[in-house]
């Protein structure tokens, strides 16, 4: 019987390939198009081990991120320690391994909310314009008139310290790109001759804006989230490091830096490794994201 | 002749878009009707407001457009009275579809040919996925599209222009509708593509039976193709008929003029045209829109509209050189 399952499955595979022909060729183009930048390369390896990491954490390091040691604090980097302890005798590596995984929650479903709220309030605003349009979008420009750290600072101070409402105060603060990224290529989908046509056949304007509108403005978004990532990991650390995010003994790298800060001149890996960790993950997201938007940008290729 | 009741009947319609230069009276009263299983040609300069005729009976103006006054009675009632939600759960698709002028910029790009015709037959009929993927198949094939499987695989882009127009009106015409208004279907296609193209429609309006608003500038295709002509300008229909008698017999100056101005080959001398440009619409000549164009203006051309006036049973004219 699992071979006749199997069997039917591969057939399912043959007959999906066959149907989803240029669907795929076009990924194939994609990956290839990537594959030539080396940057966007540089980028995929940063993040891929970033990936792997956070998600093998507990199989990589032997010792427990938030076990105290204080007979051994502040012992510098040796073989049993490659990144040393800090002051309260925790492994630092152990701390950046499992830091990555919060880093990776926080971005993940920061971009989550983000993304698809802004995502779909802009693409509804610009399909339907005139008032609805204009709320969405001036509701934007308020967000967007506030520097975005002091914002999801006074978010997150308002909803009470910890790494859920981090999580919301950096999402509330970055779903209004999103919004104004949908909304202007909606404007421009909006126009094309096809909409006419689907409108001319009795489609609704709720089938026109999710099954449409709305595949068509994913391109940019997925370029827009991917270069976002970095940012978003960047303000969750800057909210870690002055208090008003993740809370200790959480290893949270924004947290790590902070900590950090008393000893920097003497016990210099205290700070440094966390914030290696950041830097690499950052720029890992930085790089994919310019080298998707070469890829996914028609005009580019 | 006009006793027999019509599948469409437009009076007076007036749609005007408010532009920031001013109101563009795009159509000024309109008056037509499309009989059962009728080829009705609608005829006219660009501009003259062929396309947002079709578009205003399927209530697709958008702002700054809107449509003003008048009536569209559509198998006995008004469309215009019709909720907006009402119009695409009944109207469009169902009962009256459209096809238009660039077949390639009209299907979605990212979908494949197949699933647009079986989402177009999903929106109107009660039935399954693979239902729906059988009949747009086999409404591929009556077509005349070779290879209907597979080209209901394919992305609009890998079809050429004409394959793409055959599988718009496939789409158009999937839920069986009782009128389909073709927009200019031809005019982006080559000469032998487009005599299939016109060849399919004649004949899938007789299988069908399906009545059909085709708009075009080519009075050649009108003369193969149409049973009834409407003659626009400026945003009126100023001349209606059988297209023996717009061809043999038209009365009005202008149709005179358009009619003229069709090369032949046995010609001497000049290209006629028109004295004159088509008229701004934001603020058109008053009375007769013709008038300063026309050879045979008179006082009260400049004065008064005309209204239309029947010569011949079926066959009306708004002209003041021919009363009642």
């Known amino acids: 019987m699992g071979v006749g399952a199997g069997k039917s499955f591969l057939q399912w595979l043959d007959r999906w390939k066959t149907e989803h022909e240029a669907m795929l060729d076009d990924f194939k183009y994609s990956l290839h198009l990537l594959r030539r930048s080396p940057l966007s390369m540089v980028g995929l390896i940063l993040i891929s081990t970033f990936l792997f990491i956070a998600v093998f954490a507990p199989f990589l390091t032997k010792y427990d991120p938030i076990e105290q040691d204080l007979s051994n604090r502040l012992q510098p980097p040796c073989s049993e320690n490659p990144f040393g302890r800090d002051q309260l005798g925790r492994d630092i590596m152990s701390r950046v391994i499992y830091g990555s995984r919060i880093s990776l929650r926080i971005g993940i479903t920061v971009i989550a909310i983000a993304a698809t709220t802004g995502t779909v309030l802009g693409v509804v605003a610009g399909y339907l314009g005139g008032r609805i349009d204009e709320i969405v979008m001036r509701i934007t420009d308020m967000f967007l008139a506030f520097p975005s750290l002091i914002l999801a600072m006074a978010i997150s101070a308002a909803l009470g310290r910890s790494l859920e409402n981090t999580v919301v105060a950096i999402g509330m603060v970055a779903w209004p790109r999103y919004a104004r990224l949908a909304r202007g290529q909606t404007l421009s989908v909006k126009e094309e001759q096809f909409i006419e046509a689907v409108r001319s056949l009795g489609a609704s304007r709720k089938r026109i804006i999710f099954s449409h509108v709305l595949p068509q403005c994913l391109p940019p978004i997925i370029v827009q989230a991917t270069l976002n990532m970095g940012g978003i990991i960047l303000t969750a650390a800057g909210l870690g490091f002055i208090g008003f995010g993740a809370q200790p003994p959480i290893p949270e790298w924004g947290i790590m830096i902070s900590d950090g800060r008393n000893f920097i001149m003497r016990e210099w890996w205290v700070s440094t490794f966390p914030g290696l960790a950041m830097l690499f993950a950052v720029l890992g997201f930085n790089l994919l994201g310019d080298g998707l938007r070469d890829v996914l940008d028609p005009r580019l290729r | ?324």
Do not use: W
């Open chain 2, 1 to 324: 002749m006009s006793d027999e009741k019509p599948l469409l009947k437009i009076r007076d319609l007036r749609t005007y878009f408010y532009t920031y230069k001013g109101v563009v009276k795009a159509l000024e009263g309109v008056n037509l009707r499309i009989g059962t299983n009728e080829l009705l040609g609608l005829v006219g300069e660009t501009g003259c407001g062929k396309t947002v005729t079709g578009l205003s009976i399927l209530r697709l103006i958008d702002p700054p457009g809107k449509i003003i006054g008048g009536e569209i009675v559509f198998g006995g009632e008004d469309l215009l009275k019709l909720r907006e939600n009402e119009m695409s759960e009944r109207i469009r698709g169902k009962k009256i579809s459209m096809v238009f002028q660039e077949p390639r910029s009209s299907l979605n790009p990212t979908y494949t040919v197949g699933s647009q015709i079986s989402e177009a037959i999903r929106l109107h009929q009660r039935v399954d996925k693979r239902e729906a993927t059988r009949r747009a198949v086999s409404i591929l094939r009556q077509t005349g599209m070779p290879d209907p499987e597979r080209i209901a695989g394919e992305y609009p882009h890998e079809l050429s222009g004409g394959m793409a127009q055959r599988a718009m009106i496939a789409m158009a015409l999937s839920c069986d509708p009782e009128l389909l208004i073709a927009d200019e279907p031809t005019s982006s296609l080559d000469v032998t593509i487009e005599a299939q193209i016109l060849e399919l429609i004649k004949d899938l309006i007789t299988k069908f039976r399906t009545s059909v608003l085709l708009i075009t500038h080519d009075l050649g295709i009108v003369a193969e193709t149409c049973d009834k002509v409407a003659v626009m300008y400026a945003g009126n229909v100023i001349e209606y008929g059988d297209v023996r008698d717009i061809f043999k017999r038209h009365r009005h100056p202008y149709t005179e003029g358009l009619l003229n101005a069709v090369p032949k080959l046995k010609m001497s001398g000049e290209l006629y045209t028109i004295k004159g440009t088509v008229p701004n619409l934001i603020t058109p000549p008053t009375g007769c829109r013709f008038h300063p164009r026309c050879p045979e203006a008179r006082k009260e051309c400049s004065e008064f509209k005309p209204s239309d006036v029947e010569v011949e049973p079926g066959h009306s004219v708004s002209c003041f050189l021919y009363k009642g």
